[in-house]
Antibody, heavy 118, light 106 residues
Framework: EVQLVESGGDLVQPGGTLKLACVAS????????MGWVRQAPGEGLEWVAN????????KYVDSVKGRFTISRDNPKNSLFLQMNSLRVEDTAVYYC???????????WGQGTLVTVSS | DIQMTQSPSSLSASVGDRVIITCRAS??????LAWYQQKPGKVPVLLVY???TLQSGAPSRFSGSGSGTDFTLTISGLQPEDVATYYC????????FGPGTKLEIK
């Protein structure tokens, strides 16, 4: 059974930093692109970033470029999102998701809440 | 950047109705189009991929069609458990979602 479990969400002040983690199980983690999707309170889904199987290719939505960094540790079946210079508008539930290039995001974690507020 | 739009933004329909949701891409995306269902307070679930292929486990009353720039998600025989927000997403390059369509039961 595919499982994705996020952690690291917290309350942080504007300008602060936070690192999210996602541990995967039930599939060959190193065989898949992986991604992060966020959802602000009461809003729609927004793709944030995704990363190639070996970490050699990374893509970001324009609003987080230069502030967020996606990375992965394949031996530990883990995906990360380093978030710097956080803004109030980054407040959202952040989902880790498996990026099947032929299907879109076919498995999702339960999400972790990031709140940016003073 | 390719923009994704959906219509309507919300709709109300009766149990048993046929419901059609439309998604439009600002440029040709071939068939790299997925549909997701997000029930209130729940995690999104993949329903349809490659514009018209039903994801394993998705009810057969859901179907997708289209290619290029215009796509539809059809629910044939609306059920109470279909109350949700539906999102389309392109996945041929970046992974832009549409703004969503909120579906309610009359």
């Amino acid at each position: 059974e595919v499982q994705l479990v996020e952690s690291g969400g917290d309350l942080v002040q504007p300008g602060g930093t936070l690192k999210l983690a996602c541990v995967a199980s039930g599939f060959t983690f190193s065989g898949y692109w992986m991604g992060w999707v966020r959802q602000a309170p009461g809003e729609g889904l927004e793709w944030v970033a995704n990363i190639r199987q070996d970490g050699s290719d990374k893509k970001y939505v324009d609003s987080v470029k230069g502030r967020f960094t996606i990375s992965r540790d394949n031996p530990k079946n883990s995906l990360f999102l380093q978030m710097n210079s956080l803004r109030v508008e980054d407040t959202a539930v952040y989902y880790c998701a498996r990026d099947s290039k032929t299907k879109g995001f076919d498995f999702w974690g339960q999400g972790t809440l990031v709140t940016v507020s003073s | 950047d390719i923009q994704m739009t959906q219509s309507p933004s919300s709709l109300s329909a009766s149990v048993g109705d046929r419901v059609i949701i439309t998604c439009r891409a600002s440029q040709d995306i071939g068939n790299f189009l997925a549909w997701y269902q997000q029930k209130p307070g729940k995690v999104p679930v993949l329903l349809v991929y490659a514009a018209s292929t039903l994801q394993s486990g998705a009810p057969s009353r859901f179907s997708g069609s289209g290619s290029g720039t215009d796509f539809t998600l059809t629910i044939s025989g609306l059920q109470p458990e279909d109350v949700a927000t539906y999102y389309c997403q392109k996945y041929n390059s970046d992974l832009t979602f549409g703004p969503g369509t909120k579906l309610e039961i009359k």
